[in-house]
């Protein structure tokens, strides 16, 4: 047995893995909650910034994400946002700091906020974003890097980039063209234009609309339904859906079946279908 100094993987007093993120004990900027059925709820915690993400938020969502990871107790992950607005967006003062560095380290920088994004994106637990108001600029890319957007009609949606003469340059040029189009992408980029909840749902940029005091509702009633579902398989197909918009038809299908190829050797397969030869409900394990 190795010495505590000696251990090449530092896990917490849970058993998770740390893993190369800084470790945050104490929450300044989210709030979270997990519901017994094992639903992990995270509130952007700035009000009085709307939300905004600054670098110790972002350090603060990256790590209750990367334990998520590992936590089979956690089954969906919802975001959204305390107060009058889902997300604002970057800190101005962090944007004041990282556009003063040079060009090589502002690339670094920012890299980690991309990271962010790229880290919901890539967990194979489904996560969804309830959009209780404002959401702009960063707060649109870290909704869209969710798999699923709930909206309250009072939601709008910015990206107000060229108003400061840049562009949204954390996942909207890129992960936006092909869930509204191209056009709507330029309209939203180009003429910095906001798009109201209800134009949201018609184009596609959110998968439902509610009224405010039913949004959190009838989105953990839909978490609610995908913990019904096998975990292994929402995974993988979350993986497969994502890498097909980057690749041709061929090694699409190519990767469809690689995928199921892994997913029929699962205890849920077989549970799925004794199932349904039995006329039941599955019961799901993840295994």
Known sequence: ????SEQSVVLDE?????????????????????????IFIIKLNRPN?????????IREMRSVIWKANFDDTIRVIVITGEGRAFCSGRDINGLDYENNLETPGYRAYVRANHELFDDIEAIEKPVIAAVNGICAGGG???AIACDFRMASSNATFLLPENQLGVIPASGACSRMIQMIGIGRLKEMVMAALPVSA????RIGLINRLFSEEE???????????????APQAMGMGKHIINMCQ?????TGRLLER?????LIRTHDNKEGMTSFREKRRPHFTGK
Do not use: H, W
Request: glycine residues 8%; aromatic residues 8%.
């Open 140 to 142: 649109v890319e870290m």
């Open 215 to 229: 949004l959190l509702p009838q989105t953990m009633a839909f978490a609610r339904e995908l913990l019904k579902r």
């Open 198 to 201: 209800e134009e949201a749902y």
């Open 258 to 262: 690689l995928g199921q190829s892994v």
């Open 14 to 38: 849970r058993g998770l893995p740390v893993g190369f993120l800084g470790r945050v004990t104490d929450f300044l900027t989210i709030a979270t909650e997990q519901t017994s059925d094992g």
């Open 246 to 250: 980057n690749v041709d038809t061929e």
């Open 1 to 4: 047995m190795s010495s505590k």
């Open 49 to 57: 910034r709307l939300n905004a993400f600054d670098e110790q938020m």
